[in-house]
């Protein structure tokens, strides 16, 4: 591998040569945009991260956190373990991550924003950049990171409530780090190029099903479809010498993920927690629940398929066709399997979010729909569907116009540059648009911050000076669930904030602290 100013070359698995006579050269350097441009437009939705890790210092505890606190207070990670797998849900991992930021009291959830956000995009950057390394093409520096920052500042901050996608811990642990911590586990098969790298990347895809499955059932399902489809399509997807490699390492993840499935089903808080919520496999797959949900997705695809910041999505495919180029001498052309892969993808999409709405639908009933977060298992496939549909787009337009002159060299350039001007357009202008929800999101969270402490310093000077009872008043912040609802009826977290203040009850409080 040989890294330049311009750009890397990396050997790609023996194939085919390029045929003469197939079509005109590719389009030289020149035929492609500038690579010096690249990090800045990746300026923008780094800037946008930046900006909203800022504001996590505003984050206050609210939701589950009230239940969670006082657990890992006065018994720490392993007494919050043990409360998952025997009460809760059975999720022994995610009780670990959520004690890994509780047990640092309000400064965890505050920090966790950043961190967060930071190991999304590492690992997105790193995934991108494997990827375009096994792809054999060569790329102006910058655009891993461009793709990556641009995929991940559309995630976070495109949903229709940011609060509970990025500064909400407990949402995050359950619905947003997933997907991209699945992500994480195609790091060693792409890498892999020894039999110690092949072995490598069987045992991390087998491992992290089971941590996996033991972390967010929907993500688990998204994984599972994911690596089937894989599998099914390993011809069209590897050459002949990685077809056996990628159907058993496909074959892994899914041991792994029913392994870590056996695991959750067969713990008694998942059990107590779908006879709470009459959530059984029978309520899950009756006729009711399956029309619903079917209903509720369509909603759901709905209001996806209007988003319209994601077109920012489907514009940096288009540059990541403009910026690469193979490493042969052959044209860029999209591959022969593109057609058939992109409607792969698109069925295990639809499956995808209808099996996560169906699993949901017990739980939150007619509500799923505006449960946000759960999307958030699914979205980020979506979006890797636009990022793929952009780049086709991108790869013919190059093909059409090095087809067509004159001459056709020019015409390239001209119609790449173009292309490539109104694209980064469109990035920038989906990352204003989303720094200014993140701004006026900022005031609203500072607001709720500033009447937290002092409410908070309120009821702890309260209980040391030894009183049992103390009003409590609701700071509701993105349709967060707080201790009492809109007619003053106690909720189950009210239990959990007496806990917290070290009392025995908490009452509706009429004074805006």
């Not at 657990?71 to 043990?82: A, E, N, Y």
Request: proline share 7%; with cysteine.
């Amino acid at each position: 591998m040989a890294d330049r100013a311009t750009g890397t070359t990396v050997p790609r698995e023996p194939g085919p040569a390029p045929q003469p006579g197939r079509g005109p050269a590719a389009p030289g350097p020149a035929g492609r945009p500038g690579g010096r441009w690249v990090a800045l437009l990746a300026l923008a939705p780094l800037t946008l991260l930046a900006a909203a890790s800022w504001s996590g210092r505003w984050v206050r505890p609210s939701g589950d956190e009230w239940c969670f606190l006082p657990v890992v207070r006065d018994g720490g990670i392993s007494t919050l373990v043990d409360t998952f797998y025997a009460k809760d849900n059975g999720r022994v991992v995610n009780a670990l991550l959520v004690g890994a930021y509780a047990t640092f009291d309000v400064p965890g959830h505050q920090w966790f924003p950043l961190v967060s956000g930071v190991l999304m995009l590492g690992i997105l950057w790193a995934v991108t950049a494997a990827a375009l390394r096994r792809a054999a093409v060569t790329a102006p520096a910058g655009t891993a990171p461009l793709v990556a920052a641009v995929v991940t500042a559309l995630f976070l901050f495109a949903s229709r409530n940011t609060y509970k996608t990025f500064f909400w811990p407990a949402a995050s642990v359950s619905h947003t780090l997933p997907p991209v911590l699945a992500c994480a586990a195609a790091l060693p098969l792409l890498r892999a190029r020894t039999r110690t790298g092949r072995r490598l990347a069987l045992g991390t895809v087998l491992v992290a099903g089971v941590l996996m499955a033991t972390l967010s059932e929907e993500t688990t399902a998204v994984a599972v479809l994911v690596l089937a489809a894989a599998w099914l399509l390993a011809g069209r997807i590897a050459g002949e010498r990685m077809r056996p490699f990628l159907r058993c390492w496909c074959a892994a993840g899914v041991v792994g993920c029913l392994i870590g499935g056996v695991l959750l089903y067969s713990s008694p808080g998942l059990r107590i927690r779908r006879e709470r919520h009459d959530a059984g496999t029978a309520e899950m797959v009756a006729p009711d629940s399956l029309l619903s949900s079917l209903e509720g997705f369509a909603h759901i695809l709905g209001m996806l398929l209007t988003n319209w910041p994601y077109l920012a999505a489907v514009a940096v495919g288009v540059l990541l066709a403009l910026l690469t180029r193979p490493t042969g001498d052959g044209p860029p052309r999209p591959p022969r399997t593109a057609g058939a892969l992109a409607a792969a993808g698109v069925v295990v999409f639809l499956l995808s979010g209808y099996l996560c709405t169906l699993m949901a639908y017990p739980v939150f009933g007619v509500h799923v729909t505006s449960s946000t977060r759960i999307w958030n298992d699914f979205v980020l496939l979506y979006l890797v569907l636009l990022v793929g549909a952009g780049t086709l787009l991108g790869r013919a337009v190059r093909r059409r116009a090095a087809r067509t002159g004159p001459p056709p060299a020019a015409a390239a350039v001209v119609c790449a540059r173009v292309c490539a001007v109104v694209c980064a357009a469109v990035c920038a202008v989906v990352c204003a648009a989303l720094l200014v929800s993140v701004a006026h999101l900022d005031t609203a969270m500072r607001a709720r911050a500033q009447a937290w402490e002092r409410q908070d310093r309120s009821l702890r000077a309260e209980a040391a000076a030894g009183a049992r009872t103390v009003p409590y008043t609701p700071l509701v912040i993105a349709r967060m669930t707080e201790p009492f609802d809109k007619r003053g009826t106690p909720r189950w977290s009210a239990a959990c904030v007496a806990d917290y203040y070290r009392v025995d009850h908490i009452t509706l409080g009429t004074r805006r602290p």
